[in-house]
């Protein structure tokens, strides 16, 4: 084999020369370990998250151009960037040089948080710029697709981007439904009102200035890239082989059939990642001219096979504007299906090829173009050979009829013919980003001039192991005119012939089958329609079926958000109650910012890789770690026997254990870590560990299971206010139901991990670790390793992304590394993969709520009793206290006379649930709220009249709990929710609608919150911080709260500036670190700003009674001046500062106490539309307002709104969490979990924070507001179920139905029960043993 070739390309202008450039290393992990560029992001390793973007640009010799595309950098090998030049978010600007527009517009828009995606946004816009520098907001909308936040909730990235917007394209082509430019949107910051929408300033903005791009290499704008040796790169495992032209390649298959064939390697590189043994031969045909040849001729498309998908999406468009409408019909149904397929970054990578022999039915293309009679080139070394594009090229899952040295050269894509009608479909999990369910092309042709079928295509995906068609059907049908008896015909033939195996991967086998003949309908009416428009019948389609054409529309988020401005005699210095930006924001937007996995590494530095149990319920017999010890780089395996302290850890009155020691508990409990050299080598050994268990019964998953095997973790809660059982007996009505909530993955876009460092004398050990509760992380560390917590720092510099998770989960994973960097004596870093992050961590925990509730005709509550299971996973952890916050917000803004809840927390074999954003008040919430929706249903009555039949009233009111409070601003909320929503008249509006519309309904839901602030464990409310001040004046601030995109650093700067009367310039916070603030509590609750703005208050108070007889000695001097003459008269210029939070209580044998400290308020009001057809929903629009008291930073709090809703509108309709019947977690990574996207935001979502609210009890008046506003993503939940009751009672159907949480689009589509839910119920078969199951 020839020698390896030297690999040639750039980074940021820089030119890389490798060496021994290695077929298996990928971009990601080359920018981030070999060039120290930590900038790129790593979330999830495939492509599904788009934090890794990366800019490629390539020069183009045919067409004599460079052009640019994002790329994601963890699925793109560095051997295939021959010849390229890759452009990292270093390398467009930096806070050393300048800026990019990019960066400094995101930084400036509140549109970084954590900052963890911020890179890849900002490299998708780049690029966009790059190639179009005054986009459409499609445009933008377009790029942004692919990149996934979990912080922001996506509108204030796209407020910031949409600045660089072309204004004669129009930027608002959604309109806001007020008439107004988002140019505009803000501008009323004239104190002509007291009431600003404007968060940030545009005036200041750099300009877009090309000049600043990097310049194209000259070096690699050779004339005739194609040509040349075949380039050979050879890694440890891999060699990769890169032919230059066609006959190479074929020449290279025919001798080596069996080595893969690679072109984006969109599909074979996220198999990579759970493959053990890669294959030793690799043939790379990127460079292959041929592959990626475009023709038009007068039959249609002929396209390379290796030409990307975003390169078909460009050329079917051009066609589009190009030729007829009728030759087009099979072009823009493979257009719409192309708009969906992944993001733009894969569309950039994939090749139709490849999509083609992956032959995975869930992959859209083969549906489509095998209805549309598409052809195949093949060749071989031996000739040439045309193949049809259908099922018969599938013989099974994965496999084609390619010969293993054939290689797919082009695709044929006809035009349609003028008695052609073609449309094609999709169904996923999510609009965007997601693979589908079940997608399906369907061509008809019929006979000139006549309604008569000559003949149909239908192909369906996501229905079986392969490409699938009902043939039968189809050629059954050949010679039937067009209408309705054909319709009832086809989908009675469709029903027997297209049978979904009750087993099939990814389950909801009734659903795809719904989908089979749904699709199919919509087809029947497509085509009936376009019949009518071509003049070939003068059928019609009753006009209330029309709209079920017409696919719901991406739009881009836009609204407004209001907040209540400064006092006007507020000195303008004091930055309190301004819209300060993030203070790192800009950090964040050019990737200097630094997370854990971002600390360069420290020398000698090994990696640990957690070995996890594969059983649910079982004994340890052995566990033998030789085999592993044997791979390359394998250093050591740790179990509970390495752990020199205890591997015990208490947790109030219960034990866990940081490594199973004889028995494990539930799939994915670590058992030990395997210690290797390098990240990959401790994956690829921990995988050879060979573990022996013996099965252990009971194996407990469910609530249902919890139930019946009494399973349940002490203690058992009850709460009750006055006499239930008696009022019951009063009550006009009795209601008996229940309501499932599933969990949610927190999905923070940083995995959790650290890097833990010995310092080699007197057992200190450092650690930088992302975590939110500091001492309890430093706590379990020195108990593991048997030192005082005095020699173990931990150092929390930022995290990317907590939203609770990272409390508890990262201690034991802390433990653990810990015990390998003592046992090794190096440094030992861990960084778990999204894959192991979400099994392991576990997240948010299911609830069933049971209730029997007792209601008059009138809506008004006389009892409820409710009994909630929570599934609490294998150890208690926090659920008692989850479920405790549950229970306490079981009345929500609803004063019920008589309440009784009952808590119980099951013990079951799954990971433990633990801390999600909301702590059980979203659960609680979901209940009451789903009783006051269900009693309205029961009487008739509007629910939003309902819950006002209900609602506290008055000046003082008592909680269940017996907490006073008054409730005026929550009804403030309310009536300015209902007033800014315009509900009565979108009430109106949505009768009509629906009315109008027989697939398509609307529903909305407006719902208020009352949500407790603060701990109910009162120990936990104190906060102390540390405030020095060095003699230049400047002002260094730690305090115990940990950063994680909330802004706590920002708002303690703030507080620091206003009482130091410094401007925040001046003031810096390092870091977290338990070294300086000792026994700090979690930053959670969202209470961090309280306490620990409380405390920073108290410090710099202390400080400035101490300057203050200098200052009023020498009031004309600057502070630099006073603090230099309190340094030479020895006055202390650092002070700790301490909160001491309210004795918040509850006693439990009473059920009452003030549990919290007080309430936050709000109101929110959510519309929706559902396809009742295949159960997808579109967003169209959230009203919010929200009491926060006295905002100190209205951008914050209203990102942290903002943010919050769209996470709650994740769990309460996308979010679903699989479990296997055996107890695996199923949903690994975001190509299965779908968290919301830009797609999912409501396309008007206007956020109000209330003005003239003050709460006396926190800093400045504020209120915390981290958590309440996820519970108003369930008002989208509400709205789906009164669309869907719209739906069913067309159909004669009872409102009152049952509908879990998620509403997903499953869950939509099959209760909007019709004939085709009927006709697909009673043909599939149960599966004997489900492919999943709710927990
Ligand atoms: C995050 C993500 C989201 C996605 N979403 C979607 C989606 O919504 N819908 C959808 O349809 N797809 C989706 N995909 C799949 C994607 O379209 C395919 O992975 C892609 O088209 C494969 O092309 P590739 O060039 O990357 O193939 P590679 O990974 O390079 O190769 C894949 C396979 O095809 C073979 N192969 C490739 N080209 C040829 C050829 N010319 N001749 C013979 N064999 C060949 C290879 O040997 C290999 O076995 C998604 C992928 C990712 C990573
Ligand atoms: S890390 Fe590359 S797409 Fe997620
Ligand atoms: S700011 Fe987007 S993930 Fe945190």
Redo the contacts with the bound molecule.
Sequence with gaps: MAAPNELLFYINGKKIVEKNADPEEVLLSYLRRKVGLTGTKSACG???CGACTVMVSRYDCSQDTVIHYTVTAC?QPIVTLHGAAVVTVEGIGSTKTKLHPVQERIAKAHGSQCGFCTPGMVMSMYTLLRNKPQPSMEDIREALAGNLCRCTGYRPIIDGFKTFCDTQSGCCPNGTGRGKCCRENGHNDSRESDISEELFLQDSFLPLDPTQDLIFPPELMVSKQGTGDVLCFRGDQVTLLAPSDLPQLLELKSKHPEA???????????KLLVKEQPSPLLIY?GRVSE?SRVQWSKNGLSIG??SS?SCLKGELERAAQRAEEEENAGYRALLQTLQ???GKQ?RN???I???I??ANPK???CSVLAALDCTLDLCCKGGTRTVPLDDKLFPAFGKTI?RPDE??LSLHVPYSKPCEFAAAFRQAQRREL???FVNAGMKLSLHRGSNTIQSLRIFYGGVGPTLVTPALTCQQLVGWPWGEELLSKACSSLTEEIRVPASIPGGKAEYRKTLVLSFFYKFYMYVTEEMRKRGVSDARLPAEYLSALTPFKNDVPQGTQSFQLVSQSQPSLDPVGRPSMHCSGVEQATGEAKYYDDLPPVHGELFVHMVTSTRAHATIINIDPTQALQMPGAVTFISAADVPGSNQRPWFNTVEEIFAEKEVYCVGQIIGALVAESREQARRAAARIQVTYEDLQPVILTIQDAIKHDSYFEPKRKIERGDVDTAMGTAEHILESEIYMGGQEHFYMETQGLVAVPRGESDEMDLYVGTQHAALTQELVSQALGVSSNKITCHVKRLGGGFGGKIMKIAPLSAITAVAAHKTGKAVRCCLDRGDDMLITSGRHPFLGQYKVGYNSDGSIVAADITYYSNGGCTLEESAFIMDKALLHMDNAYRIPHLRGRGLVCRTHLPSYTAFRGFGGPQGLMVIESVLHEVAVRCGLPPEKVREVNMYQGDLCYTHHMQPFCPTNMLRCWDQCLQRAGYERRLQDIQRFNSHNRWKKRGIAVLPQKFGIGFSKGFYNQGAALVNIYKDGSVLVSHGGTEMGQGIHTKALQVASRVLKVPMSRIFIKETCTGNVPNATPSAASFGTDTVGMAVKDACEKLMRRLKPIMEKSPKNSWKQWVSEAYFEKINLSATGFFMGPPTHVDWEKGEGNAYYYFTFGACCSEVEIDCLTGDHKNIRTDLVMDVGKSINPALDIGQVEGAFVQGLGLYTIEELHFSPDGTLLTRGP?QYKIPALCDVPAELNVHLLAEAQNHHAIYMSKGVGEPPLFFGSTVFFAIKSAIAAARSDRGLSAAFPLSSPATAARIRMVCEDQFTHMASSSTEKASSPWSIDV
């Excluded at 893969?260 to 996220?270: A, R, Y």
């Design positions: 495939g492509g599904g699925l893969p064939l690679v072109l984006g390697n969109t599909t074979i590189g996220p045909a592959l096979a290796g998908l969906c397929v992944a894969i990578m994939a090749t090829g490849g999509n022999v992956s992959y859209d293309l390619l290689v797919l997601a693979f589908s190509s």
